[in-house]
């Protein structure tokens, strides 16, 4: 009974083992099917001149050989950057800027890579290129960016200052540069100076922007260098700047409170002096009134010595010298007093001309940190102005690229158009000595297979069972009230019994790879609500309406 329990469960693990296998191979070969198309996530930068690659690629990879892919950038007429149709490269739709600078790998196709290979890039290659395959209705948008060989000029600007040790700092910051830069600060000398590190920021648009900070003294010299430089080529744009000397001693935000802190110290001082000289004043007035009552007391002793005839002249002399002598003392103290008066008087005016030697420097420095102030707003606006200029300048090469690629495609479609019309007079000819020949074909064989509704093209159909020989043919479309366009059909063009053959206008896409393709250089777009009138003439002159 165990055997049999151990046998069973034996077999469910093998079934449970084999389902899952088989699982795991269907839901492998289900996703083998689902390819994507995928490329970089981060916009691909590039510098003028340079040749680079859009990557594009299936995963998982297949054969994408016998494909119709296409690179496309919706802001050009035409839109084709690259088309490869038919296992070749298809030439005739692809934008003049791009002719012989736009190429494929074929041999990479067969792993499912359809990178765009782009040579002499130029800066109006810059924009969004779409990689798309059309029958499996797969696309990946890439950004290019074209910066050109060096960035913006540098801007200086004042960071701060240190009064106290007599230190300035300045800050210098580029922007729009690729690859990325280094920058360096210079004295007068062009010697190094020592810097903090360079900060490095990248944008969204893959350029770098650089900034750094510098600390200089008074024993520098005053010129300093801002200069950015590329590592490899070294292209660079540099700013000069001349630090003024009263930047290293005062500046308007420092100078006010030490004027402040001095003005109340002098205010300090001069009242204490003040004090000093009163209490000098008033300890002298005691000693005066003090000296009066003493002269008092000397009169009435010499009253009492006359009175007092007893005493000897030893007496009177002695106290005669004691009586002088503190007058004396007195006296002395005077001229004291007004010698230290005096003094505090110069003292006094002393601090008032340094008080006003104050005001004039605090006025210097004002005076300093407006012209400061001033050259850096000049500076600030004659940036503004040189970036205008310049972006005046590229949107100027821009309109110039522009008119010349107009002008080139003008004299392509004005040579297709004298081709067109020698080909017809050559069918007329022809038609002119086959006039006696049977087997012509009938108007009524060539039908209206469709009409766009969009306005691209016009499908016609050989509903016969025979070859029709289109030479000397027109196809002739009307849209509302407007004057007819005329197609003339190009000599020995033949349509196969079923055949359907598309007729496009320039720059439009065939929807049908398997149907002939048939470009009408003239053709006009239409709308939805448009009428339209088709009519086929044969080389006979024999109308019929297709719609």
Not at 144 to 169: F, M, N, Q, R, W
Not at 279 to 293: E, G, L
Not at 467 to 477: D, F, I, P, Q, R
Request: aromatic share 6%.
């Amino acid at each position: 009974m165990d055997c049999m329990q151990q046998m069973d469960g034996l077999l469910l693990q093998k079934s449970h083992r084999i389902i899952t296998a088989l699982f795991f191979f269907i839901l492998l070969h289900c996703c083998r099917g689902q390819s994507q198309l995928f490329g970089p996530s981060q916009p691909i930068v590039a510098r003028v001149g340079d040749d680079i690659t859009l990557p594009c690629h299936l995963k998982p990879a297949m054969d994408i050989t016998a494909k119709t892919l296409e690179w496309t950038r919706s802001d050009l007429d035409p839109i084709f950057v690259f088309v490869w149709r038919a296992r070749q490269e298809f030439e005739k739709t692809k934008h003049p800027s791009y002719k012989e600078r736009s190429s494929l790998s074929a041999d990479e196709l067969r792993h499912g890579n359809m990178s765009l290979k782009l040579s002499s890039v130029n800066v109006s290659d810059k924009g969004t290129y779409k990689c798309y395959i059309v029958e499996m209705d797969k696309e990946f948008y890439i950004n290019l960016v074209v910066a050109s060989d060096i960035g913006s000029s540098p801007v200086l600007s004042l960071a701060g200052t240190d009064v106290e040790k007599g230190e300035v700092t300045l800050k210098c910051e580029s922007a729009a540069w690729y690859p990325e830069p280094e920058l360096l600060w210079l004295d007068g000398e062009g010697n190094l100076l020592y810097a903090g590190p360079t900060e490095t920021l990248r944008g969204p648009d893959g350029l770098y922007t650089v900034s750094s900070r510098v600390t200089v003294e008074k024993r520098h010299s005053n010129n300093i260098t801002c200069r950015v430089q590329q590592r490899n080529t070294k292209q660079s744009k540099e700013i000069h700047i001349y630090v003024p000397d009263e930047f290293f001693m005062f500046t308007p935000s420092s100078a006010n409170p030490i004027n402040i802190g001095l003005a109340v110290s002098l205010a300090v001082s001069i009242m204490l002096i003040i004090i000093g000289v009163f209490f000098v004043w008033r300890q002298n007035k005691k000693n005066v009134k003090s000296a009066h009552c003493d002269g008092c007391k000397e009169q009435e002793t010499r009253n009492h010595s006359k009175r007092d005839k007893t005493e000897t002249d030893q007496e009177q002399e002695k106290l005669m010298r004691q009586n002088i002598s503190p007058m004396e003392k007195k006296q002395e103290a005077i001229m004291n007093f007004e010698e230290s008066t005096e003094e505090l008087k110069h003292q006094l005016k002393k601090k008032e001309a340094e008080i006003i030697e104050l005001k004039k420097q605090t006025e210097n420095q004002h005076a300093v940190g407006e012209k400061w102030k001033n050259a850096n707003e000049k500076l600030k606006e004659a940036h503004r102005q040189l970036e205008e200029k310049n972006a005046e300048i590229s949107n100027m090469k821009k309109e110039e690229e522009k008119q010349e690629a107009d002008k080139k495609l003008r004299g392509d479609d004005k040579q297709d158009f004298q081709q067109e019309k020698k080909q017809a007079d050559d069918t007329k000819n022809v038609d002119q000595q086959q006039a006696g020949k049977p087997n012509k074909p009938q108007t009524g064989d060539i039908t209206l297979d469709e009409v766009d509704r969009s306005g691209d093209y016009i499908c016609l159909k050989n509903a016969s069972s025979e070859n029709k020989v289109m030479t000397g043919w027109e196809l002739k479309l009307q849209i509302n009230d407007n004057e007819p366009l005329t197609h003339k059909f190009k000599e020995n063009f033949t349509m196969k019994p079923g055949e359907i053959v598309t007729v496009r206008r320039d720059g439009a896409r065939n929807p049908y790879p398997t149907n002939a393709d048939l470009r009408w250089i003239y053709m006009k777009s239409w709308k939805p609500e448009d009428t339209l009138k088709i009519d086929l003439i044969s080389s006979t002159g024999k109308k019929h309406r297709l719609n």
